[in-house]
T-cell receptor, first 113, second 114 residues
Framework: SQQGEEDPQALSIQEGENATMNCSYK?????LQWYRQNSGRGLVHLIL?????REKHSGRLRVTLDTSKKSSSLLITASRAADTASYFC?????????????FGTGTRLTIIP | AAGVIQSPRHLIKEKRETATLKCYPIPRHDTVYWYQQGPGQDPQFLISFYEKMQSDKGSIPDRFSAQQFSDYHSELNMSSLELGDSALYFC?????????????FGPGTRLLVL
């Protein structure tokens, strides 16, 4: 069963606007990671946030984690056409005996030039 | 920097045939993971190996097997292929003991079963 669900499933915004994607998960985690995937291609690792962290920044990306609500958000600021892709959150339960990453359903982001 | 290498990148097979997918992890990485991503779906974990031993298993069909070799590359063997096996197959690698153990993904092998 899926660990994570993402919201919204699809998002279209104008270039230059900010995009926010949310992810919810069900069980305790070691860390949460966000990946980007361009149209059926490889998964590119964007950012990792540990379970004891609440916020993390990397360039135009900002990730928050609320373990009490079992949710995370990814904010992309000043969006560009090249940001058009699907974005997945993935949870790692390594400390709980699972090595695998469990992915959310993904958000398909379209940036309109 | 070197990334995860997967071969072949594309593969077309007939039903009931076999297929072998190969994965070469990032140098020094000791753990390999296999994931399957169906059309429009999220990646699903199949199996992982650490130091050539199976370390975790997910929803991998009995028709599939995998192993990790002494040079740490891994192969996913798929037999009696079914139409539903058509998917993108990703390999990822990581270094156990690394502080964050990020999984780095390869470009994937797109398998089409006709």
């Amino acid at each position: 069963s899926q660990q994570g669900e993402e919201d919204p499933q699809a998002l279209s915004i104008q270039e230059g606007e900010n995009a926010t994607m949310n992810c919810s998960y069900k069980t305790s985690i070691n860390n949460l990671q966000w990946y980007r995937q361009n149209s059926g291609r490889g998964l590119v690792h964007l950012i990792l946030i540990r379970s004891n962290e609440r916020e993390k920044h990397s360039g135009r990306l900002r990730v928050t984690l609320d373990t009490s609500k079992k949710s995370s958000s990814l904010l992309i600021t000043a969006s560009r056409a090249a940001d058009t892709a699907s974005y997945f959150c993935a949870t790692d339960q390594r400390n709980f005996g699972n090595e695998k990453l469990t992915f959310g359903t993904g958000t398909r982001l379209t940036i309109i030039p | 920097a070197a990334g995860v290498i997967q071969s072949p990148r594309h593969l077309i097979k007939e039903k009931r045939e076999t297929a072998t997918l190969k994965c070469y992890p990032i140098p020094r990485h000791d753990t390999v993971y296999w994931y399957q991503q169906g059309p429009g779906q999220d990646p699903q974990f199949l199996i992982s190996f650490y130091e050539k031993m199976q370390s975790d298993k997910g929803s991998i069909p009995d028709r599939f097997s995998a192993q990790q070799f002494s040079d740490y590359h891994s192969e996913l063997n798929m037999s009696s292929l079914e139409l539903g096996d058509s998917a993108l197959y990703f390999c990822a690698s990581s270094l156990r003991g690394d502080s964050v153990e990020t999984q780095y993904f390869g470009p994937g092998t797109r398998l089409l079963v006709l």
